[in-house]
């Protein structure tokens, strides 16, 4: 995961209706890069693209990212760029630094989360 946090996206789905498309967009937002789109971008400026190209392309997406997480850091900003799995390849999302799936999730869809502190 390149130094990067992991936040699970996997699980997060079962705080959703992953199927609803309309759900989908209301979590895309926070997909902050997914790393199918690599070549795609790529295409606009490169013809014949090498696979050394697109590595060096993620290489300094993942640098920026890192950077800006550091930047986020020093300002006491409570966000992070995580690296996700988005299926067939990877991806990162930005999330509060303190989230579980389920609080993103809640959050997203502006629902509290309902904590039971005890059941006596």
């Given at each position: 995961m ?24 209301e ?5 902050v ?14 013809t ?5 190209e ?7 997406m ?6 800006i ?8 900003v409570?966000?992070?760029?995580q ?11 930005l ?5 579980t ?5 809640h ?12 059941w006596?």
């Amino acid at each position: 995961m390149n130094g990067f946090n992991y936040f699970d996206l996997n699980e997060a789905c079962d705080y959703f209706d992953y199927e609803d498309q309309k759900q989908w967009a209301e979590i895309e937002p926070f997909i902050v890069y997914d790393e199918s789109c690599t070549e795609e971008l790529m295409e606009d400026v490169f013809t014949d693209i090498t696979r050394e190209e697109v590595d060096a392309f993620q290489a300094g997406m993942e640098c920026a990212f890192k950077k800006i997480n550091a930047t986020l850091a020093v300002a006491n900003v409570p966000l992070e760029i995580q690296w996700t799995d988005l299926g067939n390849n990877g991806g990162y999302m930005l999330v509060r630094v303190d989230d579980t799936p389920e609080s993103f999730v809640h959050r997203v869809f502006k629902k509290p989360l309902k904590r039971v502190d005890s059941w006596v």
